[in-house]
């Protein structure tokens, strides 16, 4: 939760974590005037949806931003969690939709939830993920799509099922936890040189363009890589373009680093600089140990020749 131009953080039920998220994810595209809609998973007509009841649009084109997010954010409060996770039925449904829509655009889907895949079945929740898998597969392949799905649980069952989706199923897609988990996966994937922030949490949750916000918690980056990175988090408007090689790289984060304001970190809970020098180093192979393992045999020999002996 943000607090003045800080951040701090509160205790909450998993349906305030996903409200919360919505209402950002709604306020960040009003001021970008991008469309979006949101639809309640258990909506409280599915059969016959009504705009702010079972659905909320926000439109910069047809109506007052304003308006509708407080639109939204009444439809929340007065909703909440109930009844089975019937994603592949609602998938199926905004699929259909969408392809009598379709102009070509690329659509970013972002799914909420906080367990696995099931239907209703004789007045229980019966298990659905396979339908839910086959609808995934129906939807990437039918439309221009990036697919994002945002869990709101520690259940290892229901983490296992999505994050085998992702590795093993070839489709435009992005499993996510909450700010902190994903900030340990990034960090743990070889990536934890910048602070992982809200702001790049959101990019993420609402889904991007931008296939490194993708790769960030699959493996180390390349030179070239964090560079362009470095450039979404320090490049001004009027900044030239930063050096691919990692000396120059370095040096031009050092020179711009200190008039950059501190951010909020996810792993830490802190704020700090937006880079962290030491781990930049590391990661560039600039550290004096990384220098001397990417030195020519021949040259290191003569090196260790001139090393004194104790």
């Known amino acids: 939760m943000r607090k003045g131009k800080s951040y701090e953080s509160h205790c909450s039920t998993r349906w305030e974590e996903i409200r919360a998220m919505a209402l950002e994810q709604a306020s960040w595209n009003a001021k970008a005037g991008v469309r979006c809609e ?10 016959k949806p009504e705009e702010g009841r079972d659905f909320a649009v926000l439109d910069p084109l047809v109506g007052n931003v304003t308006c509708q997010v407080a639109q939204l954010e009444q439809m929340l409060y007065t909703s909440g969690p109930r009844g089975p996770t019937p994603l592949g039925e609602r998938l199926s449904r905004l699929r259909h939709r969408l392809m ?10 972002s799914i909420v939830t906080d367990g696995l895949p099931t239907i209703e079945r004789n007045h229980q929740a019966v298990n659905d993920t396979q ?7 129906a939807f990437a392949g039918s439309l ?7 869990l709101a ?3 290892d069952a229901t983490v296992d099922f999505y994050n085998k989706i992702d590795e093993e199923l070839e489709l435009p897609l992005d499993i996510l936890d909450d700010l902190n988990g994903e900030a340990k996966e990034v ?12 702001m790049i949490h959101r990019i993420r949750e609402g889904g991007s363009f ?12 390349q030179v070239a890589e964090i560079a362009t990175f470095l450039e979404y988090l320090l490049r001004g408007p009027k900044d030239d373009p ?14 711009l680093l200190p008039a950059a304001p501190w951010v909020y970190d996810g792993l830490s809970g802190k704020m700090v600089p937006p880079v962290n020098i030491k781990k930049l180093k590391k990661a560039l192979g600039q550290t004096t140990l990384s220098r001397v393992k990417a030195m020519p045999a021949k040259a290191l020999r003569a090196v260790c020749r001139l090393l004194p002996v104790s």
């Open 210 to 221: 931008e296939k490194l916000f993708d790769l960030l918690d699959e493996r180390p980056f």
């Open 38 to 47: 949101f639809h309640l998973l258990n909506p409280p007509c599915p059969q």
């Open 153 to 155: 649980t520690d259940d």
């Open 187 to 198: 960090s743990e994937s070889g990536n934890g040189w910048f602070a992982y922030t809200p």
């Open 242 to 255: 930063f050096p691919r090689k990692p000396k120059e790289l370095l040096e031009r984060v050092q020179q």
């Open 144 to 150: 221009n799509c990036f697919v994002v799905i945002r």
């Open 131 to 137: 339908s839910f898998i086959h609808e995934l597969r």
């Open 100 to 109: 009598q829509e379709a102009d070509g655009r690329r659509i970013m889907l």
